[in-house]
């Protein structure tokens, strides 16, 4: 089991920059795979970036070269900078943690078992 709580959320123009945190009851390199997935309104959700506790990262093709997955196992806290934001990246985003890492972790895969409540980012053109 563990427990995630995002916070840095809000709202931001075009061009600017959020980080996302999520944090974790439970040592994040001992999670085999995190990631951030988002959902906007009358979309699917989408995985946007993964990484695997030996720090294999895997990124959705919209956000590469603008996004960083990262983890600070000292703090057991996951994060996700975001730079160049787009209205498109408009959306609720939650972390994710998962006993499954290897190649079983990337944006593709969905059966998380352990999510976050999300928070809100929204762009504004």
């Known amino acids: 089991q563990v427990q995630l709580v995002e916070s840095g959320g809000g709202s931001v123009q075009a061009g600017g920059s959020l980080r996302l945190s999520c944090a974790a009851s439970?040592?994040?390199?001992?999670?085999?795979?995190m990631g951030w997935f988002r959902q906007a309104p009358g979309r699917q959700r989408e995985g946007v970036a993964t990484i695997t506790n030996g720090g294999t990262t895997t990124y959705t093709d919209s956000v590469k070269g603008r996004f960083t997955i990262s983890q600070a196992n000292a703090k057991n806290t996951l994060y996700l900078q975001m730079n160049s934001l787009k209205p498109e990246d408009t959306a609720m985003y939650s972390c994710?943690?998962?006993?499954?890492?290897?190649?079983?972790?990337?944006?593709?895969?969905?059966?998380?078992?352990?999510w976050g409540q999300g928070t809100q980012v929204t762009v504004s053109s």
């Open positions: 994710a943690a998962a006993p499954y890492g290897g190649t079983w972790c990337t944006v593709k895969s969905t059966d998380f078992p352990y």
């Open positions: 439970r040592y994040t390199a001992s999670i085999p795979c």
